[in-house]
């Protein structure tokens, strides 16, 4: 017999380095389940991809089991570590906070692509273009 569902609780954490303390106890907390199981499996999981965000979607069952799958780092992540730069522009339409090429947004979205909702590669440059400009990117070949 299946598992009964309760919930699913998606979590955006730094690899290798979560900790019961927020954001990952209160997310959890309420569903049951033993979260310093959760951190250390997390944690052995990403372990060599330290540094990056790894976005976690955890599936809780009713009898306080719970499995999760680990997701591509978000889009906005990957943009600002190939452009180089630290934080997004406040206001991208009145100002460029740097340049991010063509390659690197196919690079990007051929990571990405299993995670976005995109029927093909072209697809998928065309929302990390979109994002990149968002955040004050310019966009060049």
């Known amino acids: 017999m299946a598992k009964k569902l309760k919930a699913i609780v998606k979590l955006n954490l730094n690899a290798g380095k979560a900790n019961p303390a927020p954001p990952v106890g209160p997310a959890l907390a309420g569903h ?3 979260i310093m199981a ?3 499996e997390y944690n052995a999981r990403t372990q060599n991809r330290v540094g990056e965000i790894v976005p976690a979607e955890i599936t809780v069952y009713t009898d306080g089991s719970f499995t999760f799958i680990l997701k591509t780092p978000p889009a906005s992540y990957l943009i600002k570590r190939a452009a180089g730069i630290e934080t997004a ?3 991208a339409s009145k100002g460029k906070v740097g340049k ?4 690197q947004i196919k690079e990007i979205a ?3 692509f299993k995670d976005m909702n995109a029927v093909d590669i072209e697809g998928a440059m065309k929302q990390i ?3 990149a400009h968002n955040m ?3 966009v060049v070949d």
């Not at 991010?100 to 390659?103: G, L, N, V």
């Open 110 to 112: 051929e990571t990405k």
């Open 136 to 138: 004050g990117l310019q």
């Open 100 to 103: 991010i090429t063509r390659a």
């Open 129 to 131: 273009e979109g994002t």
């Open 38 to 40: 959760f951190v250390k």
């Open 89 to 91: 522009s406040p206001l």
């Open 32 to 34: 049951g389940i033993n």
